[in-house]
């Protein structure tokens, strides 16, 4: 069964600290996603990676960068948190990018205090 | 649970009804749709998805609907049950030169026993 494991369910960070997210994907999948999901707003696209080392920013990559140095793990990286960046963090991965399934994690809910 | 959206249109049906939640996308020249579910506390998981070639599709209890000319496409579910309860996402891929889906900001489907 197709698994993406986001590392933690809960983080509370204080503003100005750097924060790191966690995403692994056990289905070899070749490209990742991370979208961020607010009342009302739906899911944003921030950042996604179609290959190790690649990185194509989404709709709202400020204040945000990403990592990919394993295929089946891609990291999202808030340089320095801020309160505007309190929100659900979902990761994804997809066998194909235009077409076909995203598989989510259960997300990764971030205050920033 | 986690509180998925607090300002989403919500459809209230009873349960054994026949439920439709509508989706208006936004770029005509979009090729790719799919529906997803977000149960509280999880991440969306993937109902059913169509091409633009296609006019309709039918999964198990559930079928997509798609009419180009005016941008709109359905997720129909038979017999509703009270575990369809949950929020609802459609998302088209917005062929921009861009890998990646776009999502709809969500119905939220209520389920009266």
């Given at each position: 069964?197709?698994?993406?494991?986001?590392?933690?369910?809960?983080?509370?960070?204080?503003?100005?600290?750097?924060?790191?997210?966690?995403?692994?994907?056990?289905?070899?999948?070749?490209?990742?996603?991370?979208?961020?999901?607010?009342?009302?707003?739906?899911?944003?696209?921030?950042?996604?990676?179609?290959?190790?080392?690649?990185?194509?920013?989404?709709?709202?990559?400020?204040?945000?960068?990403?990592?990919?140095?394993?295929?089946?793990?891609?990291?999202?990286?808030?340089?320095?948190?801020?309160?505007?960046?309190?929100?659900?963090?979902?990761?994804?991965?997809?066998?194909?990018?235009?077409?076909?399934?995203?598989?989510?994690?259960?997300?990764?809910?971030?205050?920033?205090? | 649970?986690?509180?998925?959206?607090?300002?989403?249109?919500?459809?209230?049906?009873?349960?054994?009804?026949?439920?439709?939640?509508?989706?208006?996308?936004?770029?005509?020249?979009?090729?790719?749709?799919?529906?997803?579910?977000?149960?509280?506390?999880k991440g969306p998981q993937f109902i059913i998805d169509i091409r633009s070639n296609m006019d309709k599709r039918q999964g198990q209890r559930v079928t997509v609907l798609l009419n180009k000319t005016v941008k709109h496409l359905?997720?129909?579910?038979?017999?509703?049950?009270?575990?369809?309860?949950?929020?609802?996402?459609?998302?088209?891929?917005?062929?921009?030169?861009?890998?990646?889906?776009?999502?709809?900001?969500?119905?939220?489907?209520?389920?009266?026993?």
């Amino acid at each position: 069964d197709v698994k993406v494991t986001q590392s933690s369910r809960y983080l509370v960070k204080r503003t100005g600290e750097k924060v790191f997210l966690e995403c692994v994907q056990d289905m070899d999948h070749e490209n990742m996603f991370w979208y961020r999901q607010d009342p009302g707003l739906g899911l944003r696209l921030i950042y996604f990676s179609y290959d190790v080392k690649m990185k194509e920013k989404g709709d709202i990559p400020e204040g945000y960068s990403v990592s990919r140095e394993k295929k089946e793990r891609f990291s999202l990286i808030l340089e320095s948190a801020s309160t505007n960046q309190t929100s659900m963090y979902l990761c994804a991965s997809s066998l194909r990018p235009r077409t076909g399934p995203l598989h989510f994690g259960n997300g990764t809910r971030l205050t920033v205090t | 649970g986690e509180s998925v959206g607090l300002h989403l249109p919500t459809l209230s049906v009873q349960e054994g009804d026949n439920s439709i939640i509508n989706c208006a996308y936004s770029n005509s020249a979009s090729d790719y749709f799919i529906w997803y579910k977000q149960e509280s506390g999880k991440g969306p998981q993937f109902i059913i998805d169509i091409r633009s070639n296609m006019d309709k599709r039918q999964g198990q209890r559930v079928t997509v609907l798609l009419n180009k000319t005016v941008k709109h496409l359905s997720l129909q579910i038979a017999a509703t049950q009270p575990g369809d309860s949950a929020v609802y996402f459609c998302a088209e891929n917005k062929w921009t030169g861009r890998r990646a889906l776009t999502f709809g900001s969500g119905t939220r489907l209520q389920v009266q026993p």
